[in-house]
């Protein structure tokens, strides 16, 4: 992430093009965006942290699910495999973190670039659901005798209200992703105007 952050930064430092082709900066600062948050911000900022600190500040020995911790984790690299590979099928996916149609549509980008790309998100939210189900249920349910609910330490109940959070935004994602993908291989037109979509 930092890299793609100095090319970008590379690019942007002089008038007109240093890298020599406008798709590859398209696809640096969409690849930039997807990993500092889905590969960055949410797994070691609230993974790394929360599985360091929770149990620690509760007074547990371990977090409350510790098999679907280790998988929550283990999807990751898997995640991010199919993201790289995103970027190097087809010229890639250069229409943005948000994933917007009509860039994100078969018109914007007809490769398996945005097709990869749909996988590598559904795999990272999965990731994302696991782990914050396993903290949330931490943060409510196994606190020791002496953590009455409003003596819980500040960063336990930060990790908690996040991970509530993403239990529920996390599946809204994966709807959108997955009318996406039916728009691109299956005919559908949730996003296409000339379908009825929005």
Known sequence: GTGFSVLIR???????SVLGDFQLYNLIVTTHGLVMIFFLVMPMMMGGFGNWLVPMMLSLPDMGFPRLNNV???VLPVSMGLLFCSAFSEGGFGGGWTLYPPLSS??????????????????????????????????????????QFYRVPLFCTSIGVTSFLLILAMPVLAGALTMLLTDRNFNTSFFDPTGLGD
Do not use: K, Q
Request: negative net charge.
């Open 10 to 16: 590379l690019e942007l430092s002089a008038p007109g």
């Open 106 to 147: 078969v018109m914007g980008h007809s490769g398996p670039a945005m097709d990869f790309l749909i996988l590598s998100l559904h795999i990272g939210g999965a990731s994302s659901i696991m782990a914050s189900i396993n903290f949330y249920s931490t943060w409510g349910n196994m606190r020791a005798g002496c953590h």
């Open 72 to 74: 929550s984790f283990w």
